[in-house]
């Protein structure tokens, strides 16, 4: 079909593109967005989907890193990738304002199409939710069959977490943490516990004392709050083009996603305010 606006590619391949376009395969990328209707929206759709899974990986390998370096006690590297994650983090909250130029009528006018395509099957979204640490049971059920097709997903799951790592940092900097806590059966979802919360406090009551583990801990939760600022902006999207209508996926759509929504990264960190 033709593209509903043009784009301006080159007929013959990359053929004698210059550097810009063969480096960076520009000429393949602009080819990814092939929506299905002449609904000039469903490519914006497209384009920002693209962006938003790209912004996925750019946050993941910053945790990535932030997770290897808190491993090897790298607490001022692993802070620098913390800090690189939240700015891609704030991006991809910001990247909704261009969703919501789409009235619902337009959105419903090629919504069909989507089949039973979900966001729920990211596997780059599920990866980056199992290396920041939310293994529930129900999400990795549901993601059981991406397993095998993408070995990176499965990695994730069984690694120990951004926030297992952290907590373990913890330890060594002496707090006290029972080793279940951080070093669980590989997959097993994380349970809030006493001892870290009052961990948390100890270094949130003496933050001179506790420098870097302060620091930590205020990244921590920057990532945790600018991910469920995230959700939240998606679950407002979802409610302004859809009102209450089921997913794609398969979900109730938002009241599902409502409940999504109260889960926290690193509960403790959040928990931990209200004994300050
Ligand atoms: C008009 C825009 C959108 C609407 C109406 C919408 C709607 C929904 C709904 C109803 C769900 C619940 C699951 C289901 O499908 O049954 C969902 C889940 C999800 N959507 Fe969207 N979505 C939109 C745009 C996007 C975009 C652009 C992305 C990013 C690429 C995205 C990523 C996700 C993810 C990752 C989930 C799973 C959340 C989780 O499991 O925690 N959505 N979406």
């Known amino acids: 079909m033709e593209q509903p606006s043009s784009c301006p590619r080159q007929q013959n391949g990359s053929e004698g593109a210059p550097p810009y376009v063969t480096y960076a395969h520009m000429d393949r990328l602009h080819e990814l967005q092939q929506p299905r209707s002449d609904s000039p929206r469903e490519l914006t759709f497209l384009l920002i ?19 290897e370096q808190l491993r090897e006690s790298q607490v001022d590297q692993a802070c620098e990738s913390l800090s690189r994650a939240v700015r891609v983090q704030r991006l991809l909250v910001n990247v909704w304002d261009t969703m919501t130029a789409m009235s619902p009528d337009e959105f419903l006018a090629f919504r069909d199409i989507l ?5 729920t099957q990211s596997f780059m979204y599920r990866t980056l939710e199992f290396a920041l640490g939310n293994k529930d049971p129900r999400t990795v059920a549901q993601c059981s069959r991406s ?26 900097m002496g707090a006290k943490i029972p080793r279940g806590v ?8 994380y349970t809030p516990s006493p001892a870290v919360e009052q961990a948390w406090l100890a270094v949130y009551q003496e933050p ?57 990264f690193f509960p403790e960190l959040w928990t931990v305010r209200t004994l300050l």
């Open 49 to 67: 989907s693209h962006v938003k899974e790209l912004l996925f990986r750019a946050v993941l390998v910053e945790v990535d890193q932030a997770r």
């Open 115 to 119: 089949g039973e395509a979900s966001g």
């Open 208 to 264: 001179t004392r506790w420098r870097q583990a302060h620091r930590v801990a205020e990244l921590l939760t920057e990532v945790s709050y600018q991910f469920s600022r995230w959700r939240a902006t998606h679950l407002l999207v979802v409610e302004r083009m859809l009102g209450s209508k089921p997913g794609t996926g398969g979900t109730a759509g938002l009241d599902w996603l409502r409940s999504v929504n109260e889960h926290r």
């Open 182 to 189: 951080y070093e669980r059966e590989p997959g097993a979802p």
């Open 147 to 172: 397993m095998d097709l993408y070995p990176e997903l499965k990695k994730a799951l069984y690694a120990p977490s951004l926030y297992d790592e952290a907590l373990s940092l913890l330890v060594r």
